[in-house]
């Protein structure tokens, strides 16, 4: 069985729709599992659980009574789910507002609407740059390493639209992760070759004339020029 590290679970209930409480229909809160020494070392099991924080939720209410009848402890029951079985299940609190400190739902969601709005601002600069024709400002973007995910991706597609044959060096020492923006990467500079009758050459990787037989910069022979 594969290891799922704390990341993996966390990524995966950021990204999944809520559970539904079974009990009251209330859509189930992100938890992170606080750290615990219980002496037969089982812990929790995982380090995120989603909890069911409804102060309505009737195993709640009902259980104040049940507890202290069968316990004479004052606590309850929160229903709980685990995020990778999606099993249902139940852990005791000690007071209303027990184990509320954990909730990371909120969090999750404020980051992540503040991520969608950097995006947002970050897509709109390069729409302004597309119109200025500013290649200098697109490839700024492109190269920075904070540059978000979409929006480098969007770089990549616009440098091959306003980028001079200058732009290639840069990019080409550049090492992208993201598969999809290599190939939007690969696509741009196809294109600013295209515009400027332009190649690389395959050997020192100068840039040549798209129809020259013998490179300038190292003197090698090159493969025939495709005819346009
Ligand atoms: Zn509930
Ligand atoms: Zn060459």
Known sequence: MAILTQDDVYNKMVNEKRPVCPHCGQEMVIWECPPVSFSDGSGWGTPFL???????????????????????????????????????????????????????????????EARKAAEKRGL??????????????????LLAEKTLPKVRLKAAEIIGEVGGLDVIEPIR??????DQVKERVEASIEMIHKRNYTKECPFCAEIIKARAVVCKHCGKDLPEAKSA
């Open 173 to 178: 020492n550049h090492a992208f992760e993201d």
């Open 50 to 112: 989603y909890v069911c924080f409804n102060d309505d939720c009737p195993p709640y209410l009902e259980g104040w009574n049940h507890i202290m009848e069968h316990y004479a402890n004052v606590a309850s029951y929160r229903c709980i789910c685990d995020p990778m079985s999606g099993k249902m299940d139940s852990m005791p609190v000690f007071s209303r507002d027990g184990g509320k400190g954990y909730i990371i739902d909120e969090e999750v969601k404020a980051r992540e």
């Open 124 to 141: 709109g600069k390069i729409e302004v740059y597309h119109e200025a024709g500013d290649a200098d400002a697109i490839l700024r973007v």
